[in-house]
T-cell receptor, first 116, second 117 residues
Framework: GAGVSQSPSNKVTEKGKDVELRCDPI?????LYWYRQSLGQGLEFLIY????????KSGLPSDRFSAERTGGSVSTLTIQRTQQEDSAVYLC??????????????FGPGTRLTVL | GNSVTQMEGPVTLSEEAFLTINCTYT??????LFWYVQYPGEGLQLLLK?????DKGSNKGFEATYRKETTSFHLEKGSVQVSDSAVYFC????????????????FGKGTHLIIQP
C-alpha cells in the first residue's frame, strides 16, 4: 500500500520567502508528526496532530513556523520569512489509531529545504 | 526533559563481526523505547521496539533489551553484514505514566555504521 508521501522532495528558496511543505499520511492513520533533521541538531520533534488537533505547539522553533491539518488527513507545515538556519530535511510521520506512545511511526521520504 | 544519548561513530566493522551500539536515556516514568534505521538514500524505518522494562525487541537478527535499572537500550547483532551499513537512531516516547503529552519521538544523534567486506 501507499506510504507517507511528502512534497516537494526538494525546495530551494531565498531568505525571507515563505514556504509550504505538504504531508500525505497513510490512509486511516489518525496521528501525524513533523520532525526536522539537520546536521547540527539531529532529529527534532516539531509538532503532533491527533486528528485535526495539535495539543502542543511548543516544539515549533519559532513563531515563523505553523502547521495545520484538515479533514484528518493532509497536513501543511508553513515557514514564513525563511532564514538560512531553517535549512534542513523536514520529515513527516504517521501512526495508526491506538496508544501513540507504543505505535510505530511510519516516516515519509522528507522535504529537503535549502534557504539561500 | 527527555533525552537519548548514543555513540555517534562512525563505527566501522568487518563482515560477521559482533555489533553493539550503546544507548542510554533520561526520562520520567516508563517511556517506550525504539531503534530506527536509515539506509542510504532511504527514509527512516522502525527496526525494533520495547514498551516495558525487561522487554526484548528483535528484528532481522538485531536485539535490544529495555533495562530500566541502567536506563539503557543497547542494540546488538551477532554477525553483521555489509547490507547492515546504515545510520541507527535510538529513540523514546513518553507514556501516560510519564506525563507524556505530545508523544513525539525524542531521538539520539544517530550512529553511522559501516560494514566492510
Amino acid at each position: 500500500g501507499a506510504g507517507v508521501s511528502q512534497s516537494p522532495s526538494n525546495k530551494v528558496t531565498e531568505k525571507g520567502k515563505d514556504v509550504e511543505l505538504r504531508c500525505d499520511p497513510i490512509s486511516g492513520h489518525t496521528a501525524l508528526y513533523w520532525y526536522r533533521q539537520s546536521l547540527g541538531q539531529g532529529l527534532e520533534f516539531l509538532i503532533y496532530f491527533q486528528g485535526n488537533s495539535a495539543p502542543d505547539k511548543s516544539g515549533l522553533p519559532s513563531d515563523r513556523f505553523s502547521a495545520e491539518r484538515t479533514g484528518g488527513s493532509v497536513s501543511t507545515l508553513t515557514i514564513q520569512r525563511t532564514q538560512q538556519e531553517d535549512s534542513a530535511v523536514y520529515l513527516c510521520a504517521s501512526s495508526p489509531p491506538g496508544p501513540t506512545s507504543y505505535n510505530e511511526q511510519f516516516f515519509g521520504p522528507g522535504t529537503r529545504l535549502t534557504v539561500l | 526533559g527527555n533525552s537519548v544519548t548514543q555513540m555517534e561513530g562512525p563505527v566501522t566493522l568487518s563482515e560477521e563481526a559482533f555489533l553493539t551500539i550503546n544507548c542510554t536515556y533520561t526520562a520520567t516514568g516508563y517511556p517506550s523505547l525504539f531503534w530506527y534505521v536509515q539506509y542510504p538514500g532511504e527514509g527512516l524505518q522502525l527496526l525494533l521496539k520495547a514498551t516495558k522494562a525487561d522487554d526484548k525487541g528483535s528484528n532481522k537478527g538485531f536485539e535490544a533489551t529495555y533495562r530500566k535499572e541502567t536506563t539503557s537500550f543497547h542494540l546488538e547483532k551477532g554477525s553483521v553484514q555489509v547490507s547492515d551499513s546504515a545510520v541507527y537512531f535510538c529513540a523514546l516516547t513518553p507514556t501516560m505514566y510519564s506525563g507524556g503529552g505530545a508523544d513525539g519521538l525524542t531521538f539520539g544523534k544517530g550512529t553511522h555504521l559501516i560494514i566492510q567486506p
